[in-house]
């Protein structure tokens, strides 16, 4: 990732109702979200929720697909982590043991594991 190119996304995520979007998308997984849902979880009109998605949609951080009459949006996980990468090359003079800082890639999580039945343990 260049310069630019981190500054667009970092600029897309410098705005309050734009990074709630992109963490409830974030928290979805790749399954995503459509957008009336968005909408509702985070109180937006449609058209301010659709301007917010397009301008996090041009910084590369969402992607959208449609299913029926839904438009599905979901975190582009891959584009993320390029950002994190970008902030963190080089840290510590290039030894990350010397960081007091957490190694981790922005990945959904896998689905939660069904509990065992009582007494199957």
Do not use: W
């Not at 979007?21 to 979805?28: G, M, W, Y």
């Amino acid at each position: 990732m260049d310069s630019e190119t981190a500054v667009k996304a970092l600029a897309a995520l410098a705005q309050q109702s734009r990074l709630a979007i992109f963490r409830l998308l974030v928290q979805a997984g790749p399954a995503g979200m459509h957008a009336g849902r968005i909408g509702e979880a985070l109180g937006l009109p449609p058209a301010t929720l659709s301007f917010h998605l397009k301008e996090l949609a041009n910084a590369g951080l969402v992607a959208s697909r449609q299913e029926g009459r839904n438009v599905i949006y979901q975190a582009r996980y891959e584009r993320m982590n390029e950002l994190l990468g970008f902030l963190m090359a080089h840290c510590c003079e290039g030894d990350p043991k010397g960081c007091d800082v957490p190694s981790f890639a922005c990945k959904p999580r896998r689905a939660a594991r069904t509990k065992a039945p009582a007494g199957s343990e």
